[in-house]
């Protein structure tokens, strides 16, 4: 599903991140790191958000150096705390994010309403609350026909029933259209109830399997 080739992520000259060759395959995987190990800094290199040395290519021929607009149409990303123009409401992002992504007519209505977003989400943005920015983030991550998507630290500012949500969310892409995610977290599984079946590990500034 994904394999990073010669990977390396640098600040100031400084290596953050190194992964010089490593496949992973399709699935849900918990990635596992302290605070301030480089899980975000991956995850946005993953997403195409950061530059980096090396390549990464998903299911095997799509490169996101060679190809990127086709890499990002199938890799998601919603980020730890996500940060959005404050004049747009909820719904022109969403409809923004659908075109891009090629979304199905329609696609968003379903997390919209099993989210309970319905009262706010034609409302700016700067309205919003950290858990509505939250929910409005992972909404947007499940647009479109993704092979990968990227949760950044996915239990912080959101309530235990949201949480309950989005599990099903993972779970019902999984097993429908194959969807594979990463997840990240400072957090240990227990805390998540996340139908997670393969666990990694941010340490050394590297990524490595643990399960």
Do not use: C
Not at 149 to 169: G, Q
């Amino acid at each position: 599903m994904l394999q990073f080739i010669k990977f390396k992520k640098l600040y100031g000259g400084f290596p953050a991140m190194k992964v010089d060759d490593l496949a992973i395959g399709k699935g849900i995987y918990w990635i596992k790191g302290v605070n301030g190990s480089g899980k975000s800094t991956l995850l946005k290199s993953i997403a195409g958000i950061l530059s980096f040395e090396g390549d990464i290519l998903l299911d095997n021929n799509i490169s996101i150096k060679k190809q990127p607009v086709a890499y990002r149409k199938l890799v998601n990303f919603a980020e730890a705390e996500p940060v959005f123009p404050e004049f747009l409401t909820g719904k022109e992002l969403i409809a923004l994010f659908a075109q891009a992504k090629d979304a199905p007519a329609g696609q968003e209505q379903h997390y919209i309403e099993t989210m309970q977003m319905q009262s706010y989400v034609g409302q700016p943005v700067g309205t919003y609350s950290s858990g509505m920015l939250k929910k409005l983030s992972l909404v947007l991550a499940f647009m479109g026909n993704p092979k990968l998507i990227l949760l950044d630290e996915p239990l912080i500012t959101i309530d235990t029933a949201s949480l309950k949500i989005l599990n099903t969310w993972i779970a019902e892409r999984y097993n429908t259209e194959g969807t594979s995610f990463l997840l990240s977290s400072h957090q240990t599984l227990e805390h998540a109830e996340l139908p997670v079946a393969h666990e990694l590990l941010v340490e050394d500034q590297t990524l490595k399997f643990i399960s």
